[in-house]
């Protein structure tokens, strides 16, 4: 069973960095993009992050250019998120996802729990 471990969120005050984590078990994902979502209090869960399954490639939603970064461990089969700067628009429940194509929004197919995060202005 393919399970998506996130961690590393919680509460920070504006301008300050969190770094998220997902950890797969249940299959390699060595050879699959990861990517990140998240969705806040009612809208629609939106794209994030992507990378390739080499992390190489990386693409990302304009709001968060320049200040999230997605990188990943192959050798851990895990995927992170570091986000800087963060803003009190950031807060949202993170999602990751693995199981993709390119690491471009769209054809995921394993998701995870979710991790809150909150930036305080």
């Known amino acids: 069973q393919v399970q998506l471990a996130e961690s590393g969120g919680g509460l920070v005050q504006a301008g300050g960095s969190l770094r998220l984590s997902c950890a797969a078990s249940g299959r390699t994902f060595s050879s699959e993009a990861m990517g990140w979502y998240r969705q806040a209090p009612g809208k629609e869960r939106e794209f994030v992050a992507g990378i390739n399954w080499s992390g190489i490639r990386t693409y990302y939603a304009d709001s968060v250019k320049e200040r999230f970064t997605a990188f990943r461990d192959n050798a851990k089969n895990t995927v992170y998120l570091q986000m800087n700067n963060l803003k009190p628009e950031d807060t949202a429940v993170y999602y990751c996802?693995?199981?993709?194509?390119?690491?471009?929004?769209?054809?995921?197919?394993?998701w995870g729990q979710g991790t809150q995060v909150t930036v305080s202005s």
């Open positions: 996802a693995a199981g993709g194509v390119n690491g471009r929004d769209g054809s995921y197919r394993y």
